[in-house]
């Protein structure tokens, strides 16, 4: 043994060859500073070793290396720069102590090696990957850039341009598409995985591959002339920063370090890197972005939680309703490989639903994702009928009838008499009280609400409600039902609205008392789309919505809360719903919807809607961006923050999740809670106060005002 660690081990093999070996005593191995600790003990111990040859980096779990441990970063973070930039160079220098070893190095790569994992494997000589294997470089996705010399070696391997593109996307790339563009240098069958690359060490040791002039291309600086880095350079920002935006300063930080570092060697070119790193994880764009992670890592583990106290899994299920919902819900269960019986009183509804689901497999045959046999598989897998006996057997009913409680209500005691009493019944309604429906049934215990968003088959979130009397074995089916059909689900409490909707309306609301005060909905839905970053801003998202469906769901939030949410006067999404103006699904709402020259849909400005609305607003006036988010965001955040008060959602890293995942909030600030936390919460509080008098909507709870003299966050700082 040359040296046993916690997370790491080095042998002397046959043939004289070192065998590193990455075992973390967790899943998964990760540079965290304890495993970084023990590479730098082994390194050393390596390098006293004279009787080593060769050394294979390699991992004894299913995955590789995932990369750095992301739960360090935001106490790394908080740093004097100095002090950063020594943290990130004396790490670095790890990968370099590597690139350096006085003999031939391969990287033996199996399921992810990607961030740091892949890094690694950049500053040895050779990498060889299983068939399984991905790679990739996805700090962008935390607005971050490489740190531990990817920047640097992967331009070198595969070339400026490949390596940005792998860089600003943050792809994972299979082990045959890296292979392709030299990423890797062989793949071979798993089973045949370390055999390979012992054969491979052993070629190099013998001088059969030269892993001497391998290496010395990765010291020295890219074989480009000025003129072509100059041009390469001018071409790739454009075409980052038509796909990024201004909201990420990552890619185009990317570029640039990339850029100045082509004509520099090594070192140089270690700390352009640096540097670049230690920028980026100043902004509050990466802090948003990690935070992002951090959330989505907590309600994954907070769903499995849940479905461990499944005592049995769902084997087949049924939707109630087709259409568009309805088809795709039963679309998103059998394409999962769980069974759906599709009914529908009309046949028309269930052709309709049959539809929506070939349309979503037809498009992914287009692509190339989705291939015949795949399609015939999940089609069989759907059963539409218009007898209500198909669904007795099922363990799992999901109700997506029309949004009527006496609909509902009828719906769900007459599917209840006729499952099994074991079987759990759920409702995809966004606004119903799920109480008020469980009155209709007789096991209320096995009842409760999946409230899907769509198109169903590209939204990720499912709100799981819990009823009062709903028993936690039905929670915990629901739960995994969601995770077996792919989706997030996060579990809230039964309120008008549940969580997203309940915090979409008073956004809304903002969004029409400032029409009636004589914005212009076009000019707002531009300051919530390019200033905010929402996908849509608030004119466009209610035509998406349904202009009938928001005007119901209005009249729902105002009965149940009336003191913030009661129906405003001439508000224009009510006006228009009267019009019959409903939006994209008859083409006319706030905007005038069809299609453009080339089959792609398209909407202007309805000078209909201007008509209908003039008469009830004040003249039409400019008003400031701030004011403009403000006015919309303020009535979102504060019922946010109620929900949170009020237990109707669990936590922050939930609620922020649930609104990235259930409505497009913008990644880039967050979610809601991060947001409030990079603004200041003291400073919010103090932003809020300037438009209490515009109604209850705008007045902060007591819980939030104390925080703010207290200096509380609601995240662990």
Not at 27 to 46: G, I, P
Not at 51 to 69: E, H, L
Not at 182 to 203: I, N, W, Y
Not at 369 to 385: D, F, G, Q, R, Y
């Amino acid at each position: 043994m040359i040296f046993e660690g916690a997370s790491l081990t080095v042998t002397l093999r046959e043939s004289q060859l070192a065998d590193v070996v990455f075992d973390a005593q967790g899943s998964v191995n990760k540079f965290d500073q304890s495993t970084l600790k023990e590479l730098t003990s082994a390194l050393d111990a390596m390098r006293n070793h004279a009787d080593i040859k060769g050394a294979m980096f390699r991992s004894n779990k299913p995955t590789f290396i995932v990369g750095a441990d992301i739960t360090e970063f935001n106490q790394l973070f908080k740093l004097p720069k100095a002090e950063m930039l020594h943290w990130l160079s004396s790490t670095s220098d790890l990968f370099t102590q590597i690139e350096d070893l006085p003999f031939p190095t391969i990287s033996v790569l199996n399921g992810f090696a990607l961030g740091g994992g892949f890094e690694l494997a950049l500053s040895t000589d050779f990498r060889i990957a299983d068939s399984t294997a991905k790679v990739g470089l996805p700090e962008v996705k935390l607005g971050l850039m490489p740190g531990f010399g990817g920047s640097v070696r992967l331009p070198r391997v595969i070339g400026a341009d490949n390596s940005v593109e792998w860089m600003t996307t943050g792809r994972e790339y299979r082990s045959d598409a890296a292979f392709a563009v030299g990423a890797v240098d062989a793949v071979t069958q798993p089973e045949s995985l370390v055999d390979a690359a012992t054969d491979m060490l052993k070629s190099a040791i013998s001088g059969d591959l030269d892993w001497q002039s391998r290496r010395a291309q990765k010291l020295n600086p890219l074989p480009l002339s000025q003129n072509e880095a100059m041009m390469s350079a001018v071409t790739t920002k454009g075409m980052v920063f038509a796909q990024a935006g201004k909201h990420y300063p990552a890619p185009m930080v990317i570029v640039e370090s990339v850029a100045k570092a082509a004509g520099a060697g090594r070192a140089d070119a270690l700390l352009i890197e640096q540097e670049g790193f230690w920028q980026l994880s100043t902004t509050s764009e990466s802090a948003a972005q990690i935070g992002i992670f951090l959330a989505d890592q907590r309600v994954k583990a907070t769903a499995k939680g849940y479905a461990k106290g499944s005592s049995s899994s769902i084997k087949s299920a049924a939707v109630l309703g087709a259409g568009i919902m309805g088809g795709g819900i039963a679309y998103q269960s059998a394409v999962k490989g769980v069974p759906a019986v599709m009914k529908d009183i009309r046949q028309e509804a269930l052709d309709l639903g049959m539809k929506e689901a070939s349309s979503i497999l037809l498009k992914g045959m287009k692509r190339g994702k989705v291939k015949p046999e795949k399609m015939a598989a999940t089609l069989a897998n759907i059963t539409p009928t218009l007898q209500l006996d198909a669904v007795s057997d099922v363990d799992v009913v999901v109700e997506a009838v029309v949004e009527n409680p006496a609909v509902k209500s009828a719906v769900l005691a007459e599917t209840e008499a006729a499952i099994s009493d074991n079987a759990i019944l759920c409702s995809n309604t966004s606004t119903i009280s799920i109480d008020h429906l469980a009155k209709a049934v007789k096991r209320p215990e096995n009842f409760c609400g999946m409230h899907f968003f769509n198109p169903v088959h590209r939204m990720p979130l499912v709100e799981i409600i819990r009823g009062e009397k709903t028993s936690d074995e039905t929670i915990a089916k629901v739960v995994a039902y969601s995770l077996q059909m792919g989706k997030t689900p996060i579990v809230v409490n039964d309120c008008p609205g549940f969580f997203v909707n309940r915090v979409l309306f008073p956004y809304f609301a903002g969004f029409s008392q400032l029409i009636l005060d004589g914005a212009d909905f076009v000019a707002v839905d531009k300051v919530m789309e390019k200033i905010f970053g929402w996908p849509m801003g608030p004119a466009f998202l209610l035509d998406v919505v349904g202009i009938d469906t928001a005007d119901h769901a209005a009249h729902v939030m105002a009965d149940g809360i009336p003191e913030r949410l009661s129906l405003i006067e001439n508000d224009p999404t009510q006006l228009l719903f009267k019009a019959q103006r409903l939006g994209q699904k008859n083409g006319k709402g706030f905007y005038n919807h069809g299609l453009d020259k080339r089959g792609k849909p398209m909407k202007t400005p309805a000078e209909e809607a201007y008509e209908l609305i003039k008469p009830h607003c004040k003249p039409q006036q400019s008003f400031e961006t701030d004011d403009i988010i403000a006015r919309l965001m303020i009535p979102m955040i504060n019922e946010s923050v109620r929900c949170l008060e009020e237990g109707i959602v669990a936590s922050p890293e939930e609620a922020d999740m649930a609104l990235l995942y259930g409505l497009g909030f913008p990644p880039f600030r967050g979610g809601v809670f991060r947001y409030i936390e990079t603004l200041g919460i003291a400073n919010f509080v103090e932003l809020a106060a300037q438009y209490e008098h515009l109604g209850p909507m705008y007045v902060l709870t007591d819980t939030l005002k104390s925080m703010a003299t207290n200096g509380q966050h609601y995240f662990n700082q």
